[in-house]
């Protein structure tokens, strides 16, 4: 190959090289994955906040339930003393008053008990459509997550053949054209050199002055201009 056609390959295989990187860096996989964290993240702040507004109504509505309980089970003891009882009429009396207070004391416990789960009931169920709007945006993460791996895997693949076929082409280029092309490359990165559209440099978009324009088209043949604003290589 004539060496301003290997440039010319060379030239296309980095900025062909570079748009896969971009692509890669930019997959639509991994915006929508980065708006669904958001989401995400806000739905589980939203849901701690509701797990943390229900605990202490749940703890009272345990505590009111384990109450009425150990009333309960007094109010039992206290029939059963009561309907076996030899004791004095004092004493029956005296059972018999408590039995009226912790009936009494089994009520208010009841009632607190069916005030706290008529409050938690409400709570509980924002829980749940909390849980239920997040769940089909995890199936979806999980989705996305798995399409950008595979995504990246193959443009890994792909960028690494490239490179190899890069790696052909700069070797069969002439040690003076290398060395020019890779010092513009460093220098201004994607790639060493550029071609002349419409009297622009296509690798910065400038337009050449007249002047350098000039001297561009009227070139001896097997000599090269660098861009005299990025300083790639101008190919003919
Ligand atoms: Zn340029």
């Not at 505590?63 to 007094?74: F, G, I, N, V, W």
């Not at 029956?92 to 009841?110: F, N, T």
């Not at 989705?143 to 443009?155: F, G, N, P």
Request: net charge negative; aromatic share 2%.
């Amino acid at each position: 190959m004539e060496q301003f056609d290997v440039l010319r390959a060379l030239n296309d295989a980095d900025r062909w090289i570079e748009r896969v990187i971009a692509q890669r860096e930019h997959l639509p996989e991994l915006d929508e994955l980065a708006t669904l964290e958001g989401e995400l993240r806000s739905l589980l702040v939203a849901l701690q906040d509701a797990q943390n507004a229900a605990a202490p109504v749940r703890a009272a509505y345990l505590a009111a339930q384990e109450t009425a309980k150990k009333h309960l089970t007094r109010v039992s003891d206290l029939e059963r003393a009561l309907a076996t009882s030899t004791g004095s009429a004092r004493e029956l009396s005296a059972m018999q008053h408590e039995l009226e207070q912790v009936r009494e004391r089994v009520a208010a416990a009841e009632d607190e008990e069916l005030n706290r789960l008529l409050e938690l009931e409400p709570l509980d169920d924002s829980v749940a459509a909390i849980k239920a709007r997040a769940q089909p945006g995890v199936a979806r993460r999980v989705e996305l997550q798995v399409a950008a791996a595979q995504l990246r895997a193959t443009l890994d693949e792909e960028i690494a053949a490239l490179r190899e076929s890069r790696a052909e082409l700069a070797h069969s280029l002439e040690p003076q054209w290398r060395q020019r092309y890779d010092a513009a490359m460093a220098r201004v990165g994607i790639s060493g050199a550029a071609t002349v559209d419409a009297g622009r440099c296509d690798g910065c978009r400038i337009a050449l002055s007249p002047l350098d324009y000039d001297r561009f088209r009227h070139l001896a043949p097997g000599v090269a201009m660098d861009c005299p604003e990025c300083g790639r290589l101008l190919l003919p």
